[in-house]
């Protein structure tokens, strides 16, 4: 990706990635990482030490992808109680100093002890990380002390920064470590006091939160910034204050980073700092980020809802397909004018049936969103490392810029209002009009749900908020019949765009797989549910049966009032109520493989998706697909 390296390497503060980031040998890591643009790397050192290349051979080829080495690390448990020990590691450390000239880099991450020989005595400490930095500034290169949150004894940054300063020594530095720091629960402000110039060096990482063992936590959990829980932009921002000048560098331990492809986890781990410098920039003072250097993204334009939703369908599920929007009260309304393409509208939804998608079953291909300005939207989304879409198309229609999102979804850009001119404009109108029978009133697209590959959930979760500026709503675990489900939701302020993410919360076997592979919904909102309800299963809507525990434990959880009850039981109509508002839904069967549809009624504000409900609406699946899979339906 040439033209993405280039236009992140003009970016003022520079970025690096630690090789520990990713999957692979060091010689897979270091090509992803310049492939996606990083302007250095940190050497992580059993990459290094498992390679077969000599340090002149890395060097040489990280001067051929145009990167710096920016640290070596990391070196451990360096102070010592005992002189022999200490004698020994001064030793070690001479070693890693032979690496790091051949490697031609400067500057070596020193973590805090974790030994039996580690010293609780923060002045000694300060003499021996002097003598150490003596040694080190006698052949030119610099040290960075980093507090381990699980550190024997020095495990803050506010105490590894008191080291420092007694040391007082010119090759001896800090290295701030966002995910060491906001562990703990520290308060990071602190750091805007620090000298700029003893921040030597900068590590970024995210976190879900988690009450856990703080090691394993760092271990297994971190994520890219914006993935997680933690506060980055001010934490950055306090970086920025003090002074520091140094790369932005990610240093992310993650299980499912260290199996998945590192070229595509070395663009999502810069779509993290192009996100983050923007969201940091709007928190720092106008001084301060005239002096960060920090990259500008075009803005995220206003959002006006989901414009469409595409579905591929194939010659076995286009009946299902058609026969169930039909009798959710949608109207084919139009024809592409060049493609196997048919409009399908009630209200403010519309859904496209592509038959030309070349896609098995029935599954969603495409979001449309409705956008203020295409154009700048697009920009965003290809500063922010997006693939653009070719697209093909034939005299007169819309020129429609569409992006890949991580699942393979197609993202386009587009503004309904635009009449004739927009996407509208390709389709001839077939003058249909609504289907016979009472209206089920379905009035737009109020979210879409998608379930993702295992390995790009944290990805795609990032590359919807930050290309479409929108916002985290919430993230929650489900306990599925099938195993583990994990949820995300990201929407704009409105509620206009509603993007529900999931994925196991382990990869699935090959085996038992009883669930829906990557199940996908669309969900359309109507003014009343059991309205709606009613009218689409008389007109043959495949709605899905719902059990009666069910109905038994949500009257004994949240007693509604009898009489709509029954008619939620009569009609598959299941319910969820929190501190805003209430949450009625409907969902269809499974319709030619992996996609379902649901109708929904938001009650006051309620701004949740009904997630209780979803275990009791997988086991329905499963028990239609059973039935169906032993010949009384064909779905
Ligand atoms: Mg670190
Ligand atoms: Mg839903």
């Given at each position: 990706?040439?033209?993405?390296?280039?236009?992140?390497?003009?970016?003022?503060?520079?970025?690096?990635?630690?090789?520990?980031?990713?999957?692979?040998?060091?010689?897979?890591?270091?090509?992803?990482?310049?492939?996606?643009?990083?302007?250095?790397?940190?050497?992580?050192?059993?990459?290094?030490?498992?390679?077969?290349?000599?340090?002149?051979?890395?060097?040489?080829?990280?001067?051929?992808?145009?990167?710096?080495?920016?640290?070596?690390?990391?070196?451990?448990?360096?102070?010592?109680?005992?002189?022999?020990?200490?004698?020994?590691?001064?030793?070690?450390?001479?070693?890693?100093?032979?690496?790091?000239?051949?490697?031609?880099?400067?500057?070596?991450?020193?973590?805090?002890?974790?030994?039996?020989?580690?010293?609780?005595?923060?002045?000694?400490?300060?003499?021996?990380?002097?003598?150490?930095?003596?040694?080190?500034?006698?052949?030119?290169?610099?040290?960075?002390?980093?507090?381990?949150?699980?550190?024997?004894?020095?495990?803050?940054?506010?105490?590894?920064?008191?080291?420092?300063?007694?040391?007082?020594?010119?090759?001896?530095?800090?290295?701030?470590?966002?995910?060491?720091?906001?562990?703990?629960?520290?308060?990071?402000?602190?750091?805007?006091?620090?000298?700029?110039?003893?921040?030597?060096?900068?590590?970024?990482?995210?976190?879900?939160?988690?009450?856990?063992?703080?090691?394993?936590?760092?271990?297994?959990?971190?994520?890219?910034?914006?993935?997680?829980?933690?506060?980055?932009?001010?934490?950055?921002?306090?970086?920025?204050?003090?002074?520091?000048?140094?790369?932005?560098?990610?240093?992310?331990?993650?299980?499912?980073?260290?199996?998945?492809?590192?070229?595509?986890?070395?663009?999502?781990?810069?779509?993290?700092?192009?996100?983050?410098?923007?969201?940091?920039?709007?928190?720092?003072?106008?001084?301060?980020?005239?002096?960060?250097?920090?990259?500008?993204?075009?803005?995220?334009?206003?959002?006006?809802?989901?414009?469409?939703?595409?579905?591929?369908?194939?010659?076995?599920?286009?009946?299902?397909?058609?026969?169930?929007?039909?009798?959710l009260g949608f109207a084919?309304?139009?024809?592409?004018?060049?493609?196997?393409?048919?409009?399908w509208e009630q209200g403010?939804s519309?859904?496209?049936?592509?038959?030309?998608?070349?896609?098995?079953?029935?599954?969603?291909?495409?979001?449309?969103?409705?956008?203020?300005?295409?154009?700048?939207?697009?920009?965003?989304?290809?500063?922010?490392?997006?693939?653009?879409?070719?697209?093909?198309?034939?005299?007169?229609?819309?020129?429609?810029?569409?992006?890949?999102?991580?699942?393979?979804?197609?993202?386009?850009?587009?503004?309904?209002?635009?009449?004739?001119?927009?996407?509208?404009?390709?389709?001839?109108?077939?003058?249909?009009?609504a289907?016979?029978?009472?209206?089920v009133?379905i009035?737009?697209?109020?979210?879409?749900?998608?379930?993702?590959?295992?390995?790009?959930?944290?990805?795609?979760?990032?590359?919807?908020?930050?290309?479409?500026?929108?916002?985290?709503?919430?993230?929650?675990?489900?306990?599925?019949?099938?195993?583990?489900?994990?949820?995300?939701?990201?929407?704009?302020?409105?509620?206009?765009?509603?993007?529900?993410?999931?994925?196991?919360?382990?990869?699935?076997?090959?085996?038992?797989?009883?669930?829906?592979?990557?199940?996908?919904?669309?969900?359309f909102?109507?003014?009343?549910?059991?309205?709606?309800?009613?009218?689409?299963?008389?007109?043959?809507?495949?709605?899905?049966?719902?059990?009666?525990?069910?109905?038994?434990?949500?009257?004994?959880?949240?007693?509604?009032?009898?009489?709509?009850?029954?008619?939620?039981?009569?009609?598959?109509?299941?319910?969820?109520?929190?501190?805003?508002?209430?949450?009625?839904?409907?969902?269809?069967?499974?319709?030619?493989?992996?996609?379902?549809?649901?109708?929904?009624?938001?009650?006051?504000?309620?701004?949740?998706?009904?997630?209780?409900?979803?275990?009791?609406?997988?086991?329905?699946?499963?028990?239609?697909?059973?039935?169906?899979?032993?010949?009384?339906?064909?779905?």
């Amino acid at each position: 990706m040439p033209a993405t390296r280039a236009a992140a390497r003009t970016a003022g503060i520079r970025t690096a990635l630690a090789t520990v980031c990713l999957s692979g040998t060091l010689e897979d890591k270091l090509a992803a990482a310049a492939a996606a643009g990083f302007d250095g790397v940190e050497v992580f050192e059993p990459d290094f030490v498992a390679s077969p290349w000599s340090a002149g051979e890395v060097r040489a080829r990280c001067a051929d992808l145009g990167m710096s080495i920016d640290l070596y690390q990391p070196f451990r448990d360096f102070d010592a109680d005992d002189p022999e020990v200490l004698a020994a590691n001064v030793r070690r450390a001479d070693h890693k100093f032979d690496v790091m000239e051949k490697l031609g880099t400067d500057l070596l991450l020193i973590c805090s002890s974790v030994s039996p020989h580690a010293l609780d005595d923060d002045d000694r400490i300060a003499e021996q990380l002097h003598q150490l930095a003596g040694r080190a500034a006698e052949r030119g290169l610099r040290l960075c002390y980093e507090a381990l949150a699980w550190g024997r004894f020095v495990n803050t940054y506010e105490r590894s920064w008191d080291i420092v300063r007694t040391a007082d020594h010119p090759a001896l530095g800090l290295c701030v470590d966002s995910f060491h720091i906001l562990s703990r629960g520290s308060d990071p402000a602190g750091i805007a006091e620090i000298p700029g110039e003893k921040l030597f060096f900068l590590q970024l990482a995210d976190a879900p939160h988690m009450t856990m063992d703080v090691l394993q936590w760092s271990r297994h959990y971190r994520l890219f910034p914006g993935q997680g829980a933690f506060d980055l932009s001010a934490f950055l921002g306090h970086v920025l204050t003090a002074g520091y000048t140094g790369p932005l560098s990610l240093e992310v331990f993650n299980d499912v980073f260290r199996q998945s492809d590192p070229a595509r986890a070395a663009v999502d781990a810069l779509r993290s700092l192009l996100a983050l410098q923007e969201e940091t920039a709007d928190r720092l003072s106008p001084d301060a980020r005239a002096r960060a250097g920090l990259l500008e993204l075009p803005h995220p334009p206003r959002l006006g809802g989901h414009a469409f939703v595409e579905l591929a369908v194939d010659g076995g599920s286009t009946g299902a397909v058609e026969r169930a929007l039909e009798a959710l009260g949608f109207a084919r309304t139009g024809q592409h004018r060049s493609k196997p393409v048919q409009l399908w509208e009630q209200g403010d939804s519309r859904v496209l049936l592509n038959a030309g998608a070349g896609r098995a079953g029935a599954s969603i291909a495409a979001l449309g969103i409705e956008t203020e300005d295409a154009v700048a939207s697009t920009r965003r989304a290809q500063a922010l490392l997006s693939p653009v879409l070719p697209r093909t198309r034939g005299q007169a229609e819309a020129d429609l810029s569409a992006v890949a999102a991580p699942d393979g979804t197609s993202v386009f850009f587009c503004a309904t209002g635009a009449g004739e001119r927009g996407w509208r404009g390709d389709f001839t109108p077939t003058g249909a009009g609504a289907p016979d029978g009472p209206p089920v009133g379905i009035t737009h697209v109020d979210h879409v749900a998608l379930a993702q590959p295992f390995d790009h959930f944290d990805e795609a979760a990032l590359f919807y908020r930050s290309v479409l500026g929108l916002r985290p709503q919430h993230s929650s675990e489900v306990a599925a019949p099938f195993g583990l489900v994990r949820n995300r939701t990201v929407s704009d302020q409105a509620g206009a765009v509603r993007i529900g993410l999931s994925v196991s919360v382990l990869r699935r076997g090959t085996e038992w797989q009883p669930g829906v592979t990557d199940p996908q919904h669309v969900a359309f909102a109507c003014p009343d549910a059991v309205a709606a309800a009613r009218a689409a299963r008389a007109a043959g809507a495949p709605l899905l049966d719902i059990p009666d525990n069910y109905y038994d434990d949500l009257d004994a959880r949240l007693a509604p009032p009898p009489s709509l009850l029954a008619e939620m039981r009569e009609l598959g109509v299941l319910y969820d109520r929190d501190a805003d508002g209430e949450f009625l839904h409907f969902y269809t069967e499974i319709l030619g493989g992996r996609l379902f549809l649901e109708v929904v009624q938001r009650i006051g504000g309620y701004a949740g998706y009904g997630e209780l409900n979803s275990p009791v609406r997988m086991a329905a699946h499963r028990r239609q697909r059973a039935a169906s899979a032993s010949g009384r339906r064909d779905t």
